[in-house]
């Protein structure tokens, strides 16, 4: 199994402020799919912002990281146990798991170890989910200098991994028979500060600044202080794309 790729610890506080959370209908539809609703395992977790979401509908969440800082520096919540663990090796017991989550995270794992232990740790006719997202739509001239910031400025510093996301995860192996859902999305409102933060969470930018020793996103906030009121908001809208399965 090859070696855990730390894309986030860096950024983890960023994190915590920029990234978005996902949409409670989101995780209503995948409560009515399970038989029961004792544990779900929400795997890679980064700072929980799913795990927290799934509490409102399982009696306890089981979230994990192999990051320690992600980990650190995640939300708590009463209902949600979190541990340092990867993806493809876990502590939970056979047969246990009523659903099993994976937010913009399924990229980065070992495919065949990983769903070799997801189907070691599902009930009978649990169910997994994975979803992802990509660039958020703002406005249309916004939207073309944040596409140019990704496939230009940064887009030499995405991975493998990124591209599977770019895709939206057409190209990933589900081994489970698969379950049509509705379509969801993130709606956000956001300053500029905000929105520059979040840019600063991709781990394509921190690959830039370690090479080049200065932040791109200064060069953005400048192009985008044009079309930005000073002061104001607006909203972002994220689709999600997904891939739903019953063990």
Known sequence: MPPFKDNFSKQSDLYVKYRPHY?????????????????????????????????????????????????????????????????????????????????????????????????????????????????????????????HFHDHVVGKFWLAENRLVEKGYTTIPFPFTEIKSPAFAYEKTLSLDELIGYFNTWSATQRFINENNFNPTEKLRQELNTLWSAGSEKKLTWKLVLKIGRA
């Open 23 to 147: 949409p409670v209908e989101l995780f209503s539809f995948l409560a009515t799919l399970t038989d029961e609703h004792e544990l779900a395992w929400d795997c890679g977790t980064g700072n929980g912002q799913a795990a927290t979401g799934l509490a409102d509908f399982y009696s306890t969440v089981f979230a994990t990281d192999p990051s320690e800082q992600q980990i650190s520096n995640a939300f708590p919540h009463k209902k949600v146990t979190y541990a340092v663990e990867k993806a493809e090796q876990n502590s939970l017991a056979t047969n246990s798991v009523d659903l099993l989550t994976m937010a913009n995270a399924l990229h980065w794992f070992d495919f065949d170890v990983f769903y070799k232990e997801a189907r070691r740790v599902l009930k009978k006719n649990g169910i997994i989910a994975a979803w992802a997202y990509g660039l958020p739509e703002i406005a249309t001239e916004i939207d073309k200098i944040v596409k």
